[in-house]
């Protein structure tokens, strides 16, 4: 939506919108000097200084469409207020900010780009629709290169934001996906003892070619990280609510690119015919 072309008026609820993310109290919202700033720098009016931030930045900008009937007024302030230099000491807010006005626009068939420009954008008709597009779980974790198993197993608590259950959904992916490529039941550590084996029973399914004393401690050592994903991730969020839990994003997100490690692991695992005296030899 370059500046130059047609933009008829916006919605007073979309406007409004756009000013309680803006405008909000505290972070990541622009503070009042900000919206003034930028109030002057647009030419526009300035703002009622008798109502509060984000009823007065409403009024300002849905008055400004009305004389010549355009919508240019808001998309300029948008375009400014996210233009990416003005964060450059704090990249986070811009982020945050972005992904804020997003979740609202979203239901307006419109998002603001990484470059900081309104533009033209899939549209939403429900709540889980817009979380789900606007999505900054999902953009974040994909942007990380989480493995594609991941949304598959907690889609829908990626879309509800709720990191508790999406962590232990998560975690299931791993055990439901050895299940499925060996054959056995079971969960925990008798599910990977029968298939990555112990210190007198071979492994079912290998990670390498566990050939060398090297790999056999990398095929090893996959196996304990299977052992503790279960035991810190798995076990904890079955037997708690998450009432009690405290999830941080940074931990999810770390959380969540372990995931996708194992998956690529077992990705390219495979079941070794070789026979018990090649592992006895590496046992």
Known sequence: MANAAPVPPFAPEFVRAVCDVLAQTGSPGLSNSEVDQ???????????ASLN???????????????KQTGQPVLRFINAAMAPIRYTSDPKRFDALRSQLNEVMVFHSLAVSKEGRLRRASGARTLSEGAKLAGRLHGELRHRGAHELLFQYCDEELVTRSLFHALSEAAKSIPDRVRQMTGFAGDGAALY??????NTQPPFLFINAFGSESEVSEHRGFKNLLMGIHG??????AHSSRISANEQLDDFYDAMSLFSYVHRRLD???????????????G
């Open 232 to 237: 810190h991730y798995r076990n904890p969020r």
């Open 268 to 282: 390219t695992a495979s079941k070794d015919p070789r026979p018990r005296e090649v592992y006895a030899k590496n």
């Open 38 to 48: 930028l109030l002057a720098q647009l030419g526009l009016a300035g703002r009622d």
């Open 53 to 67: 931030k984000r009823t007065s930045l409403f009024y300002a900008l849905h008055n400004a469409q009305v004389p």
């Open 193 to 198: 003892d029968q298939v990555f084996g112990t």
